[in-house]
Structures are given as structure tokens and as C-alpha cells.
């Protein structure tokens, strides 16, 4: 089993749409990011999370410790939304990256 | 400014050839980081660099050498690369190593491809 699981694997929304992704994971953590990557390869980071709740835009990043979840909302999605996300955790004993497989969403006009 | 630049954007060399990719980033984070992407997979660690010094090797073949000359600056250096060498090379940079309220930033990558 991977440390960090994400879901849906892949995601298809018309325009408009509030999307919803999440992120399990089964190692101790000390921050967990929320990446995104569009095709052309550079990968920017939208949240750092160690508690609660973080609002930028339309981007809203949640994290629930006890549960060992967090969840990304995209809401009024637009087709610019397009990319792969990537939940990624500071874990391990150097508190290195942990990386998540990726959520691909492609939001339709 | 919370750019990291990474030169060049797409690298094509054959496997006798030696080639240097390039990072650089001035926000004053001692932290640098080279990550291997292959398609549809995630980035993998490659090297960790933690005040210039050389902290995380992840089993690195040694044909990819990396050199860290100052707090600015991250080489990876390429020498007798296979074909399955061929990937996205990120390079990263943080504060400080570890986590708590350290947001780590990623360049655009460099896509290298070995004939």
C-alpha cells in the first residue's frame, strides 16, 4: 500500500463544476502540500497544511490530522483548472517529500 | 522573487556526451533538491543539498553527478546517460529541509532526452 493515496486517479468536469480531491495517508507527517503540474512540466505549489483550513481563490485545501486525510476543492471550475494534482507529505525519518500518484482533471468548456 | 530557474528547458544528448543541467534560485533557501520524473509518474528524489552539502543521496547511479558551487546555485552533472535516463528533471529548493512551515518551490524542469 502507498503511504500517500489520492483519488479519483483521474477526473472529468464540465465548466462550472465544484470538484472535489482527496488524500489519504498512513505515515506521520509534519506538512502536507498540495502541487499542481500542467503539461508542460513545471510544478507549482498551491497549500501548505499542517491543521485546518486554507482558502486562495477557488482553491480551497483542507487537512484533518486525527483522520489522516485532506481534501482539495475547486470551486466554479474552468477548463484553465486543467492539470495533474499532487498531494505530497513531509514524512519519513529526513522529513523528506512523500509523494502522492497524481490526480488527473480535465474540466470541459 | 520566488522563482527557480532551471536552464535549459529541453536537453537532447547521446550517451558518450557530457552534459550539465542547471538551477538557480535567490530567495535564500539553503535547501536544493534534484527529483527525476518519468510519464504519468510521480517526481522522484534524486539529491538532496542541505547548506551546500550533499545530505540526501537516494542511490544515485554515478553518472549523475551533482554539484552544489554556492546557496544559489545547483548543478547535475550528466556523463554516459542511458536511454532510460530520459525524463523531467525538477529541481526545487526550500527554506530548510523537513517540513513544518516550509513551502517548497519547484522550477519548470529541464526534459531530457538520451539518443
Known amino acids: 500500500k502507498n503511504e500517500v493515496e489520492q483519488s479519483p486517479q483521474n477526473l472529468t468536469a464540465q465548466e462550472g463544476e465544484f470538484i472535489t480531491i482527496n488524500c489519504s495517508y498512513s505515515v506521520g507527517i509534519s506538512a502536507l502540500h498540495w502541487l499542481q503540474q500542467h503539461p508542460g512540466g513545471g510544478i507549482v505549489s498551491l497549500f501548505m497544511?499542517?491543521?485546518g483550513k486554507k482558502k486562495h481563490g477557488r482553491l480551497i485545501a483542507t487537512i484533518n490530522i486525527q483522520e489522516k486525510h485532506s481534501s482539495l476543492h475547486i470551486t466554479a471550475s474552468h477548463p484553465r483548472d486543467s492539470a495533474v494534482y499532487i498531494c505530497a507529505v513531509h514524512g519519513g525519518s529526513q522529513g523528506n517529500l512523500i509523494f502522492g500518484k497524481g490526480t488527473k482533471l480535465s474540466v470541459k468548456p | 522573487d520566488t522563482e527557480v530557474t532551471q536552464t535549459p528547458k529541453h536537453l537532447v544528448m547521446g550517451m558518450t556526451n557530457k552534459k550539465s543541467l542547471k538551477c538557480e534560485q535567490h530567495?535564500?533557501?539553503?535547501?536544493m533538491y534534484w527529483y527525476k520524473q518519468k510519464a504519468k509518474k510521480p517526481p522522484e528524489l534524486m539529491f538532496v543539498y542541505s547548506y551546500e552539502k550533499l545530505s540526501i543521496n537516494e542511490s544515485v547511479p554515478s553518472r549523475f553527478s551533482p554539484e552544489c558551487p554556492n546557496s544559489s546555485l545547483l548543478n547535475l552533472h550528466l556523463h554516459a546517460l542511458q536511454p532510460e535516463d530520459s525524463a523531467l528533471y525538477l529541481c526545487a529548493s526550500s527554506r530548510i529541509t523537513g517540513g513544518y512551515g516550509n513551502t517548497i518551490y519547484f522550477g519548470e524542469g529541464s526534459w531530457l532526452t538520451v539518443v
Open positions: 497544511l499542517s491543521s
Open positions: 530567495m535564500g533557501h539553503r535547501a
